[in-house]
């Protein structure tokens, strides 16, 4: 156990493994589905420390990983144009696009603005009123009470040069997709913790009757992720299938309603595409039509650009959990941070990017093993 | 992004709109939107994402997370600079933020 100094409690995670090992007869594979607790995972070697019958797949809970790339491409057209400022968050900067990355696109010149809040970016649309504010209106459910109070406000505030490029993904029908893939192998579910801090747990039962899985509520902490996994296999072991919330110091069970209300008023349920995996019924959210005006894809008449995505890049099966980022021949190889084919390999919470991180260089073959430990080690 | 960060309650401005405070997250101090927790009160703990509190959470796990949170390096790249983060990665030299950045705060 070689990590496990590293936990918090030390003891109290040996005592959760214990148990975990004790409860699992026979072999189990859970799907956690936020990349926080992906990367909180691979740091504390948490997969390795399970007992064998216990496997973790990871899912596809990074929002910056499954934003399509056809909206990576519109978000660099307007990014790219004169009088606008494009505001996002700073971890979509080196996420690629068909040719380049928002980062390039500063470098060329455009104004692209890295901001800590979507309000930050409401704030620069009312300092410069000749100028077109775009935000970059991405993420889960635990991102979109912040987008929605943003564009809520601008229509408050009459300002008529503030927009939203939205591209946001909901969980459950996540869910349900990965649960009736014709390849699945996920028996339950650690369900992302902040997501249900703002959606509570209304939307699970029903899934968990429907596809008999266990969906347990966990945070993102390594004792969080071990009483998850052992609550899941419990359940697992009795044949019973239903909802638990292992994070109740911040999840509720009814969310947090007036959250709930501000993303009811100005967004509604919508297909949506999700890079590298393809299009999920009612898996997203788009502004109302009340809050149509400020939808970014139509005032910039972008909402045509369609992208093939690389044949190349697995992060589709990734995110599905069909394979493990080093099963891909691109990991570490032709895909590294400096040069990265998906999103996965970027963002701060993709599962590539955690193994290229921590180091879990066990690739494909020897030589992608030692490209990537040279370029870590360059001096080396 | 998706980062939901634990921080205490410093100050609560009730006069803005939306409902606004100051928040410190292990010596980082932002102002986030209190709007989603309205009934919040100055020294508890809340988790805030992208500039909003979304739930309270009690003072030790709000603690330890901080803890963990600092230990990932997630703080740094939650509140750091992320021009240089990414020029770091694109092995570039940074397009810095101009001085307008501020105008943003």
Not at chain 1, 255 to 272: K, L, S, Y
Request: proline share 6%.
């Amino acid at each position: 156990m070689k990590y496990i100094d590293e936990f918090n409690d030390p003891e109290l995670a040996r005592r959760l493994l214990d148990e975990i090992g004790a409860t699992a007869t026979r072999p189990w594979a859970l799907m956690e589905v936020c990349g926080g607790q992906t990367h909180s995972i691979i740091r504390h070697g948490i997969d390795q420390l399970l007992p064998e019958q216990v496997e973790l797949i990871h899912g596809p809970g990074c929002p910056v990983c499954v934003t399509p790339l056809d909206v990576i491409d519109q978000a660099l057209e307007i990014a790219s144009r004169p009088g606008v400022i494009f505001c996002s968050f700073g971890d979509m900067l080196r996420v690629p696009g068909t040719d380049r990355d928002l980062f390039r696109v500063k470098g060329e010149g455009g104004d692209v603005r890295v901001v800590y809040s979507p309000l930050d970016a409401l704030e620069l649309a009312r300092r410069n009123p000749d100028r077109e504010v775009v935000f970059f209106a991405i993420g889960f459910e635990t991102t979109a009470p912040a987008n929605a109070m943003a564009v809520h406000q601008a229509r408050r505030l009459g300002l008529t040069n503030f927009s939203l490029l939205v591209s946001h993904v909901r969980v459950p029908p996540a869910i349900e997709a990965i649960m009736t893939a014709p390849s699945c192998r996920v028996q339950g579910f650690l369900a992302a913790g902040h997501v249900c801090s703002v959606m509570g747990t209304a939307e699970y039962p029903e899934l968990a009757e429907r596809f008999r899985v266990p969906l347990v509520v966990t945070g993102f902490e390594p004792l969080d992720i071990l009483e998850g996994i052992r609550r899941a296999v419990r359940q697992l072991e009795r044949g019973e299938h239903r909802v638990e919330n292992a994070y109740a110091r911040a999840v509720r069970e009814d969310g947090n309603p007036a959250a709930v209300r501000m993303i009811e008023e100005v967004f509604e349920v919508t297909d949506r595409n999700w890079r590298g995996i393809g299009p999920i019924p009612l898996s997203g959210w788009r502004l109302t039509e009340a809050f149509r005006a400020y939808d970014a894809e139509h005032r910039f008449d972008v909402a045509d650009i369609r992208t093939e995505e690389p044949a190349e890049c697995r992060a589709g099966e990734v995110l599905q959990g069909l394979i493990k980022p080093t099963e891909c021949a691109a990991f570490g190889t032709t895909c590294t941070p400096r040069t990265p084919l998906g999103a996965t390999m970027v963002s701060s919470e993709g599962a590539c990017a955690a193994y290229y991180l921590y180091r879990r260089m066990n690739g494909p073959t020897p030589q992608a093993t030692h490209a990537v430990r040279e370029e870590m080690n360059p001096v080396a | 992004m998706c980062l939901a960060v634990p921080g205490k309650v410093v100050s609560i401005d009730d006069s803005a709109d939306p409902l606004t405070g100051l928040i410190d997250f292990g010596g980082v101090q932002k102002q986030a939107c209190l709007e989603y927790v309205s009934d919040v009160r100055v020294g508890e703990y809340v988790i805030v994402h992208v500039g909003f509190a979304l739930q309270r959470l009690d003072e030790e796990s709000a603690l330890a997370s901080l803890k963990l949170f600092e230990e990932l390096g997630l703080l740094e790249e939650e509140f750091g600079d992320a021009w240089q983060q990414a020029a770091r990665d694109a092995g570039a030299a940074a397009v810095t933020e101009e001085p307008r950045e501020s105008e943003a705060r």
